[in-house]
Every structure is written in C-alpha cells, then in structure tokens.
C-alpha cells in the first residue's frame, strides 16, 4: 500500500518558518515526481510547489516563489517544503501528493494525497 | 488558464444522474484533464485522468469526457457516498498546475 504521512505543521507568527515533512512508503520513491498542495480552510485546493524525481528540477506557485524551498532526501524516502517569511495567507492544510506516473516532459496529476499537516500564521 | 466549473453546488437525489462541467480559458493540450473527489474531513481523491479514463478503483459510474476547452464528470445513478465536491485540474507540458473552483454536490 503506498502512503503519504505528512508532519511539522504548527502555529507560527507571520515572519517566521516551518519545515514540513512527508514520510512516504509502498512504491520507489525516487522514479516519482513529487508536489506540496495547500487547501486554505472552506477553500478549495491549490497547488504549491513540485519537485522531479531527482530531485534537481524544482517549480513554485508565484505565491510562495521565493519563500518557500522543496526538497527530497531519496535515500530516507521523505520530502520536505522549508516555508519561510510566512503570511497569514498561507494558513492551510498543507497535502503532499504523489504523480500518477513516472513520466519525462509531463507534470502529471495526482494519485495518491496524504492527510495533510495544518499551519496556521497568526499572531 | 484558468478553469471555471458549474454549477458551484448540485442538489440531487440518490438514483438520478449529476453532470458536472469545468470549463478551460485556453485549450487544454493532449486532453490533460483531471477529476478528484473530496469528502469532508479527507484529502482529494483521483477519479479520472485524461479527460476520460477512470482511476484505479473508481466505478463506472464515473465518467468523463470533453476536449478543448470543455470537460464534463458525469455520474450516473449516485449513491449517498458519492455526494462530495468535486474538482477539475489541468496538467500537461507546462507549470503551474490549475484547479477550478469545485462542485458541491447536495443530496436533495
């Protein structure tokens, strides 16, 4: 069974930082392309930032280009998304989300979504 | 692109048939369309990709078609699990990834 278990979110002060991790299992983490969705609360989903299998080719939303950093650690099977300056706009469940296929030259969608890890910025 | 689903919630009875649309503002190249249901309380779930082909272990009762700029999820004869809000993505050669708005669907 593949799974997704997503942890670091927290209650933070606008300026500050956040490293949310996802510990993954079940398929070869490593030939997968990767990506961090937010949903803020009552609103629908967005997407945040993906990161190829490697680990060298990286993408944001214009929203946190700049601010946040996504990463992988292919050897412990774990992503990671650093957060830094925060806004309170970036209160959200913060999902980490698996592409469906190993593909070259395509950002897929999405097959498999963890439970989500809550971070709120509020003073 | 942005993606514009209708109607924003669908009241239905359980049996009858929910056609749901997702409209795209540019054409939506090699028809990388997709469809996720989500429950209150849980992540989205992948229902169809590719406009038209269904997920692993989704029924057939879920459908979908279009090209273009026009997709619809079609779900026939629904049962009281499949009352939800249901959300098109567009996905492809380019960043960044597009969600609509999603779609309520009410049990009448």
């Known amino acids: 069974e593949i799974l997704l278990e997503e942890s670091g979110g927290a209650l933070v002060q606008p300026g500050g930082s956040l490293r949310l991790s996802c510990a993954a299992s079940g398929f070869t983490f490593g030939d997968y392309g990767m990506n961090w969705v937010r949903q803020a609360p009552g609103e629908g989903v967005a997407w945040v930032s993906h990161?190829?299998?490697?680990?060298?080719?990286?993408y944001y939303a214009d929203s946190v280009r700049g601010r946040f950093t996504i990463s992988r650690d292919n050897s412990k099977n774990t992503l990671y998304l650093l957060m830094t300056s925060l806004r309170p706009e970036d209160t959200a469940l913060y999902y980490c989300v698996k592409d469906y296929v190993p593909r070259n030259g395509v950002f897929d969608a999405f097959d498999v979504w963890g439970q989500g890890t809550m971070v709120t910025v509020s003073s | 692109l942005v993606l514009t689903q209708s109607p924003g919630t669908l009241s239905l009875s359980p049996g009858e048939s929910a056609t749901l649309s997702c409209r795209a503002s540019q054409s939506v190249s090699s028809n990388f369309l997709a469809w996720y249901q989500q429950k209150p309380g849980q992540a989205p779930r992948l229902l169809i990709y590719?406009?038209?082909s269904r997920a692993t272990g989704i029924p057939d009762r879920f459908s979908g078609s279009g090209s273009g700029t026009d997709f619809t999820l079609t779900i026939s004869r629904l049962e009281p699990e499949d009352f939800a809000v249901y959300y098109c993505?567009?996905?492809?050669?380019?960043?960044?990834?597009?969600f609509g708005q999603g779609t309520k669907l009410d049990i009448k």
């Open positions: 993505q567009r996905y492809g050669y380019s960043l960044p990834y597009s």
């Open positions: 990161i190829g299998g490697g680990g060298v080719d990286t």
């Open positions: 590719g406009a038209s």
